[in-house]
């Protein structure tokens, strides 16, 4: 049995929300707010997992009396707070941080993108051929997970559930500066040379793919990946007996990829290298 922690009930706090009068529990962000009155306001470095980072500026709205666009995901709701998420202000902040990224980023494999980029009407291309990109080669230098930069967008989720949200290795940090900005692993060294424990935590928390399972990436460039056609169980993990659930991903009869729950009081998504990536066993043939 997991004991969980009980918490004193949180007064609700009132305020306006797009023309409606809006309650919420004490504490709760703007986007919390947003997502409860069912509003859909696109977040790249928003994690339900990690403090807030206020990195990627995708779900800024707009308060009354406040000078600048505040972001949703870290902005608490008060009372008598007055927010407007749809103006044609916050639709074009969230319409040029899309071009931005798009045009320097492959967002290819990042969920939503391309609809959202279709929905602000942003428009890319309109930097022309001479724009920017970071055109970097994955970085395979293990047999658990590939780094492909070309998609990192600098979040920093990566960075926070590797230090002192989540595993504290700190085994990487961001180097360089401006559009030079990477993220990397002490002097830039291979990853089997790094303070790395292979937990993958960074992969559950990655929001555009530029960290994916060897697996993963073997399939996608192999064109088998198939995400529509993968059943998804959720078990326990059998290696030791702090009991880690596992989400086991699953297509034609193989495990491709394991994650964890997020809302498991034990994990909270974060497992040790032998849950994430020790899986082969289970479909051993031999």
């Known amino acids: 049995m997991t004991a969980i922690p009980l918490q004193p009930p ?47 500026r995708l779900c800024v709205v707009e308060v009354e009396g406040a000078r600048t666009l505040a972001p949703a995901c870290s902005r608490r709701a008060e009372p008598h707070m007055v927010v407007r998420t749809d103006t044609e202000r916050a639709r074009h902040s969230r319409k040029i941080v899309l071009e931005l990224l798009a045009s320097s980023t492959d967002l290819s494999t990042t969920p939503r993108a391309a609809e959202w980029i279709k929905e602000y009407e942003a428009k890319p291309e ?31 989720k990566c960075v926070d559930a590797c230090g002192e949200q989540w595993q504290n290795t700190f085994a990487i940090a961001v180097a360089g500066r401006g559009f030079d900005a990477r993220i990397s692993v002490e002097q830039d060294a291979s990853l089997t040379d790094s303070a790395c424990v292979y937990c993958g935590n960074c992969i559950e928390v990655c929001p555009t793919g530029a960290l994916s399972f060897k697996s993963e990436f073997d399939m996608r460039a192999a064109g088998t990946w198939d995400e529509e056609s993968q059943t998804e169980t959720t078990t326990v993990c059998a290696y030791c ?41 289970v479909q051993s043939r031999d």
């Open 10 to 56: 949180r007064r609700l706090i009132e305020f306006t929300l797009d023309g409606q009068e809006t309650r919420v529990p004490e504490g709760s962000t703007i986007l919390d707010a947003c997502r409860a009155a069912g509003k859909d306001i696109p977040t790249l470095c928003q994690g339900d997992t990690l403090t807030p980072k206020n990195a990627c």
């Open 126 to 156: 309109r930097f022309g051929p001479d724009a920017a990109r970071v055109d970097e080669q994955p970085r395979i230098d293990n047999d658990l997970y590939v780094r492909d930069y070309d998609k990192c967008i600098l979040c920093y």
């Open 241 to 281: 007996g702090v009991g880690c659930n596992l989400t086991l991903h699953v297509q034609d009869n193989e495990i491709v990829k394991v994650t964890s729950p997020h809302d498991n009081p034990v994990t909270h998504g974060n497992l040790c290298i032998k849950g994430r990536f020790g899986y082969q066993h």
